[in-house]
Structures are given as C-alpha cells and as structure tokens.
C-alpha cells in the first residue's frame, strides 16, 4: 500500500543521560541538553530499584513535599524516619538557591544507622532543580565526623556506607500528576540486594502515605476560594523558593510567547 500524500509525524527532541531519558515537548529550537539536571542513575556499584505511581494532586503540591522534609517524623514515623536513622524535624537545612533549582543539606548528629546497630553522624544533600528532579545522597560516617568536617560537606573522609535516591515529577494535568522514584545503597552494602530490596517496599510505603497526604490537600485546595492567598511560615522556606522559581520561570516563557 502506498503512503498516503502529505504525511507528517511530529517529532521531539529525546536526550539519553546518567540513564535517563529526558524528552523536550516544547520549541525544538529552544532544546538545551545544558538545561538537563544531574541524576545518579544506575551503575555496577548502586543496584538501584525503582517503581512510579501517580496522584490526583497539582504537581507543585508534591515540590512542597520534596522541599521541605520536615513531615517525615510525622507522616512517616513508621517507614522512612527509622531507615533514615535522623529526627529531620529537630533541625533546619541550610537552603541555597540557584537558577533552576534549590540545595538542601545537614548534618544528623548520633543518628541511627538503617539497622539501628550503630550510632552514626549522617550527612544529608539533596537538590530539587526545574523542571521536578529530586536527587539526594545520604553519607553515614564514624561519630564525631560533623564536628571534625565543622559541620560543612565531608571531605577527604570515607563514609560507612551511602545511600542515594532520585525522583521525577511529572505533570499529567493540572490535577494529576506521575511520581517516579529510585532508590539505592552504595559502597560496602551495594551487593545486599535484599537490603535494596526492603528499601524500595519501605520507599513505596512511605509514598504512598505522601499521595494519602497530598491528596487531601489536593481535596481542600478544591475547596478553597481561587482568591485566598497562600501564606508561608518561616519553616516553609524550601517551598517558597522553589514556588517562587517557578513562577518567575513560568511568567517569562509567557511574556516569550506572547512576544512571538
């Protein structure tokens, strides 16, 4: 059969990276692989698990989570907090800003380790960059170590072990989102597969009590009058910048379109 005259398949710009497969749905002209964030994705040393789910919530409802994890002590006291060994709510981040993204990080003095056998201090980093990429890495090392490194980033000591986690935020609409996520353990436990193994069930239990959460939000956003405005509180500041980035990147790709 001959191909029918005037044929057209629309076409978008697809870039492989650090396993990744980033799409661009806007201006083939205005693809910028420079613009791409960087993610761990999968390597020899990291077997790394993954899963999704989607929710029935805006998508910045779900940026307000990412930025500010001071709900795991609440929302996850039986899942992430234990593995996590830290009480994120005693302490704030330091919280830096940049073009496209904020930067989250801590230290965890006399942590738990994930199996509650040693005390540890944790170093906790993530970022959060545009358009909806959460990276974290998580470093256990000896106590003593966040006074040694006066509570900067370790440097030129080894941790105990790592883990690492990344997620993508994706909207579908503007009330439902797709939620992907990965985790990790790196180092000396990287060949414990069913360590990775209870991780991403515990990871996934604990999403799931994030979309229970996020979508009762979602339920009351509904409720609310368009014209209440939001407020922020101090704690909210991780948030705030990455709403705010937002904003202003998304009211100058309008003012561009409207130019054009």
Same mark, same amino acid.
């Given at each position: 059969?001959?191909?029918?005259?005037?044929?057209?398949?629309?076409?978008?710009?697809?870039?492989?990276?650090?396993? #990744?497969?980033?799409?661009?749905?806007?201006?083939?002209?205005?693809?910028?692989?420079?613009?791409? %964030?960087? /993610?761990?994705?999968?390597?020899?040393?990291?077997?790394?698990?993954?899963?999704?789910?989607?929710?029935?919530?805006? *998508?910045?409802?779900?940026?307000?989570?990412?930025?500010?994890?001071?709900?795991?002590?609440?929302?996850?006291?039986?899942?992430?907090?234990?593995?996590?060994?830290?009480? #994120?709510?005693?302490?704030?981040?330091?919280?830096?800003?940049?073009?496209?993204?904020?930067?989250?990080?801590?230290?965890?003095?006399? @942590?738990?380790?994930?199996?509650?056998?040693?005390?540890?201090?944790?170093?906790?980093? *993530?970022?959060?960059?545009?358009?909806?990429?959460?990276?974290?890495?998580?470093?256990?090392?000896?106590?003593?170590?966040?006074?040694?490194?006066?509570?900067? /980033?370790?440097?030129?000591?080894?941790?105990?072990?790592?883990?690492?986690?990344?997620?993508?935020?994706? %909207?579908?609409?503007?009330?439902?989102?797709?939620?992907?996520?990965?985790?990790?353990?790196?180092?000396?436990?990287?060949?414990?597969?069913?360590?990775?193994?209870?991780?991403?069930?515990?990871?996934? @239990?604990?999403?799931?009590?994030?979309?229970?959460?996020?979508?009762?939000?979602?339920?009351? #956003?509904?409720?609310?009058? /368009?014209?209440?405005?939001?407020?922020?509180?101090?704690?909210?500041?991780?948030?705030?910048?990455?709403?705010?980035?937002?904003?202003?990147?998304? /009211?100058?790709? @309008?003012?561009?379109?409207?130019?054009?």
């Amino acid at each position: 059969m001959d191909n029918p005259p005037a044929r057209c398949v629309r076409t978008y710009p697809v870039l492989e990276k650090d396993a #990744w497969l980033w799409i661009w749905m806007g201006d083939k002209e205005k693809a910028d692989a420079a613009l791409i %964030p960087n /993610a761990f994705g999968f390597a020899p040393d990291r077997p790394m698990r993954t899963g999704h789910m989607d929710y029935d919530a805006h *998508y910045q409802l779900i940026h307000d989570n990412l930025c500010d994890l001071s709900h795991v002590d609440f929302v996850h006291a039986t899942t992430l907090r234990p593995i996590s060994g830290a009480h #994120w709510s005693e302490t704030a981040p330091r919280i830096t800003s940049a073009d496209r993204g904020i930067r989250l990080e801590r230290w965890f003095e006399s @942590a738990d380790s994930p199996d509650g056998s040693a005390v540890v201090d944790t170093w906790n980093s *993530y970022e959060f960059a545009v358009p909806g990429v959460f990276i974290m890495r998580s470093g256990r090392f000896p106590p003593g170590t966040a006074a040694k490194c006066n509570y900067a /980033a370790p440097t030129g000591v080894v941790p105990i072990n790592e883990t690492v986690e990344q997620q993508a935020v994706t %909207p579908i609409s503007d009330r439902r989102t797709a939620y992907f996520f990965g985790t990790a353990v790196v180092g000396d436990n990287a060949p414990l597969t069913p360590d990775v193994n209870r991780r991403i069930e515990v990871v996934k @239990a604990a999403f799931t009590e994030d979309r229970e959460m996020i979508e009762a939000q979602q339920r009351i #956003w509904d409720l609310t009058p /368009a014209g209440d405005e939001m407020l922020f509180l101090p704690q909210d500041k991780g948030p705030f910048l990455m709403r705010k980035l937002l904003a202003r990147l998304i /009211a100058s790709e @309008a003012a561009a379109s409207a130019a054009n």
